[in-house]
């Protein structure tokens, strides 16, 4: 799949944590504590139907990792989903993940396909990466003197 640069599927990552709606939130827990995975990426645990690996089943829902703190090991993620985060289609231009990520104080969004199917993730980190001069990250952070 190619996605143009300024979209969704352009900026996503395609190595999201996934889990069933019968998983439980030990075994959510134990796969976010993987030392491999991305903070951002960590911080939350999408749940669809199998295949459990990009691209999935139909997409169900997200938990957040503070919410995943606050339950009992036991418990199903299909109990404790969020469903109010809306997944974006993998052509959504960037400016929408932009506003939506940050009216909301979102660490992640969904992107699914037209068969809403999980296909990745926008984390904050995609966005800053794409915001931020290519340059950032040397001593003078970007910025010019003068």
């Not at 976010?32 to 169900?60: C, H, Q």
Request: glycine residues 6%.
């Amino acid at each position: 799949m190619s996605f143009g640069e300024f979209t969704a599927g352009g900026l996503m990552t395609t190595e999201p944590v996934i889990c069933s709606s019968e998983s439980t939130v030990a075994e959510a827990m134990a796969l976010i504590r993987k030392k491999d995975i991305a903070p951002a990426l960590a911080a939350s645990v999408f749940v669809t139907l199998p295949p459990f690996e990009t691209v999935t089943g139909r997409y169900l829902g997200m938990v957040h990792f503070q919410r995943l703190l606050r339950y009992p090991p036991h418990v199903r993620l299909g109990t404790i989903l969020d469903t109010d985060v809306e997944p974006v289609l993998a052509d959504t231009h960037i400016s929408k993940i932009h506003r939506t990520m940050a009216n909301y104080n979102l660490v992640s969004i969904p992107v699914v396909d037209s068969e809403n199917r999980l296909i990745g993730v926008v984390t904050v980190d995609d966005v800053l990466d794409h915001l931020l001069p290519d340059d950032w990250r040397s001593d003078d952070g970007g910025e010019t003197n003068g």
